[in-house]
């Protein structure tokens, strides 16, 4: 899923509207309904991290990543 993400974000970060093109590229895996906290507010919190420089491509992927998947201790809580 990181990878994923992460290559998804290095893509968008380039186009002049990218969340679209981040909702289009992530779109089968929301279809698929594999991870039930799918939630496109991660997904833009993290592009606009990477955009505004607070975090790098790769943090940003993980933190959504786990976040999605269930993982994060800080979502359990």
Do not use: Y
Not at 11 to 23: E, K, R, S, W
Not at 24 to 29: A, E, F, N, T, V
Not at 62 to 68: D, G, H, P, R, V
Request: aromatic letters at 4%; one cysteine or more.
């Amino acid at each position: 899923m990181t990878s994923i993400l992460q290559r998804c974000l290095q893509q968008a970060i380039h186009l002049d509207d990218p969340v679209p093109a981040l909702h289009d590229s992530l779109q089968l895996i929301e279809d698929m309904d594999i991870f039930q906290d799918f939630d496109w507010q991660i997904i833009e919190n993290a592009l606009e991290d990477v955009l505004k420089k607070r975090q790098t491509i790769q943090g940003a992927a993980s933190i959504a990543a786990l976040e999605i998947t269930g993982l994060s201790i800080q979502h359990r809580l």
